[in-house]
């Protein structure tokens, strides 16, 4: 799956992906007693206002995070029994990075998480690391691989 998309699945025999998740963040749901798993992938906190972006709302933290809950839950999970970790965040190795978007994401997810009163472990975060997730639908097992960011 690429930047911005959400994928759920109750087959047992796939394997989510996403890839280089560097300042940007993944969010891995599972629901054990179903076996169903789910993933985003965000790019920035929040969606510029007045924006006219055709980008999908699960591009930004405030958009996606509420739209990827909502579809776990009617993929037939209930909220309280959810696994929901949330990876990435890195820091740019640029001397002027003053966006900070990894670190502004990390907030934006736990804020919202939180307002949703979802549960969650902090997993992999931050750090000058890309990371690639790869989720197996059958366990909720997450696998990481990471390659440090280059300048």
Same mark, same amino acid.
Do not use: Q, W
């Given at each position: ?49 007045? !924006?006219? !972006?055709? !980008?999908?709302? !699960? ?5 996606? $995070? ?42 934006? $997810? ?42």
């Amino acid at each position: 799956m690429g930047l911005g998309d959400i994928i759920i699945s109750n087959d047992t025999s796939d394997i989510l992906k996403t890839f280089a998740l560097a300042s940007c963040v993944g969010i891995t749901a599972y629901s054990a007693s179903l076996h169903i798993a789910g993933m985003i992938h965000i790019v920035l906190p929040n969606r510029p206002e007045n !924006s006219v !972006s055709n !980008s999908s709302p !699960s591009y930004y933290a405030s958009t996606g $995070v509420p739209l990827f809950i909502r579809k776990m839950l009617k993929a037939g999970c209930h909220k309280n029994e959810l696994t929901v970790s949330v990876y990435g965040g890195a820091f740019a190795h640029c001397v002027n990075d003053c966006f900070n978007i990894g670190v502004r994401n990390i907030k934006s $997810v736990k804020n919202i998480l939180t307002e949703l009163n979802v549960c969650y472990n902090l997993t992999d975060i931050g750090g000058h690391i890309s990371r690639t997730l790869i989720m197996d639908v059958a366990t909720g097992t997450v696998k990481i691989n990471t390659l440090p960011i280059s300048n």
